[in-house]
Structures are given as C-alpha cells and as structure tokens.
C-alpha cells in the first residue's frame, strides 16, 4: 500500500527558508519521480516540480525555479523541498505526489500547510 | 503554458441526477503515441486531491462507473451519472502532454 507522509504544519517569518519533507513507503522511491504542488486557495493547484529519486535529476516549473529546490534521501525514501525567501505569496498547501500505473500523480501526501507571519 | 479552463466555476446537483463538467485545453492533449494526456482529479473537503480519470477517458482502479469522461484533442467533458453525496468535492482536469504540467481552476459540486 502506498504512504505518502508529509511533515506537519510550518509557521514561518517573511524571508526565512523551509524544509518539508514526504517520507514515502509501498512502491520502489528509487525509480520514482516524486512531485511537488503548491495549492492556493481560489481554488488552484500548480506543479512545482519533480525529483528523479535515483540520481536526483530534477525539473521545475520555470514558475518556481529559485524559489524551490527539491532533493531525497533514498536511505529514507523520503523526499524534500526547501523553499527560501519566503513571503506572503508563498503562504500555501504543499502536497507531495507520486506515479503509478496511471501517471505522475496517481498519489498524494496529506499535504502541508505553510503560513509566512511575522 | 498550456492553458485548461474549466466550466462551471460551482454546480449544485440533486442526489441521483447527472452533472457535466467541462475542460478545454489551449492547446492539443493528443501526444505523438496517439495518448490524451488529460486527467480528472477529485478533491472532497478537506482532503488530498484523488485520481478519477486517466488519458482523457480510463477510469482509475476503484472509481466508480457513476463517472465518465470523453472528449476531443482539446474539449474534454466529465460526466456523473446518478451523484452522490459522496461526490461532493472540486474537480480538476489536468494534464501532462509537456512541462510544465498545469491544472484546471476547479469545479465546485454540491448537493441541493
């Protein structure tokens, strides 16, 4: 059974850096491509990235490039994104994904949520 | 970008009537292997998003046959036959024809 398990919740101030982390169990992380999306309320969803596990190939979203960089610890099989210089705009859901059988996200994380506040 | 623009922004359905959504696409979903590369995505309150639909009209392993979908290289519309309150979430299409991988607005379905 797949597990997505996504670290919890994150209050940070304007500027500073996060790490969140999706330690995952129930499929081979080493293939996998593990994605990243950052959910907004409006509602909207947008891909931020992936991370090939098995030599920490990345693609970002031109969108998110600076902001987001994403590495695994295979050891772990748990994947992360730091998102540095953080501001309001930055203030979201992340959710991590896996593929499947069907395509890139056919799981998810429980998702967390990220509020920048002084 | 490729562009999905989805419609309504909000439908409110009876429990056991039918409700449509639709998608359309900037630009052509069809791939060079002859694959619609659209999906279908539930997200129920509070919830992470689901996988309904793959490849523009595959149902994904546990999703009900209540739910269909069909379309064109470019018009795509999802179908919900007999709705339930169960169905009660936003739906999103998205896609995965090229980088970068973008998602429909969502569609917001209630039950009267």
């Known amino acids: 059974q797949v597990k997505l398990l996504q670290s919890g919740a994150e209050l940070v101030k304007p500027g500073a850096s996060v790490k969140l982390s999706c330690k995952t169990s129930g499929f081979t992380f080493s293939t996998s491509y593990m994605s990243w999306l950052k959910q907004v309320p409006g509602p909207s969803i947008e891909w931020i990235g992936w991370?090939?596990?098995?030599?920490?190939?990345?693609n970002y979203n031109q969108k998110f490039k600076g902001k987001a960089t994403l590495t695994v610890d295979k050891s772990s099989s748990t994947a992360y994104m730091d998102l540095s210089s953080l501001t309001s705009e930055d203030a979201a859901v992340y959710f991590c994904?896996?593929?499947?059988?069907?395509?890139?996200?056919?799981?998810w994380g429980q998702g967390v949520m990220v509020t920048v506040s002084s | 970008d490729i562009v999905l623009t989805q419609a309504p922004l909000s439908v409110s359905v009876t429990p056991g009537e039918s409700a449509s959504i639709s998608c359309r696409s900037s630009k052509s979903l069809l791939s060079s292997k002859g694959i619609t590369s659209l999906y279908w995505y539930l997200q129920r309150p509070g919830k992470s998003p689901q996988l309904l639909i793959y490849?523009?009209?595959n149902l994904a392993s546990g999703v009900p046959d209540r739910f269909s979908s069909s379309g064109s290289e470019t018009d795509f519309t999802l179908k919900i036959s007999k709705v339930e309150t169960e169905d009660v979430g936003v739906y999103y299409c998205?896609?995965?024809?090229?980088?970068?991988?973008?998602f429909g607005s969502g569609t917001k379905l209630e039950i009267k």
């Open positions: 490849q523009m009209s």
């Open positions: 998205g896609h995965r024809l090229e980088y970068p991988f973008t």
């Open positions: 991370i090939y596990a098995g030599d920490g190939g990345t």
């Open positions: 994904a896996s593929p499947g059988y069907y395509g890139p996200f056919d799981y």
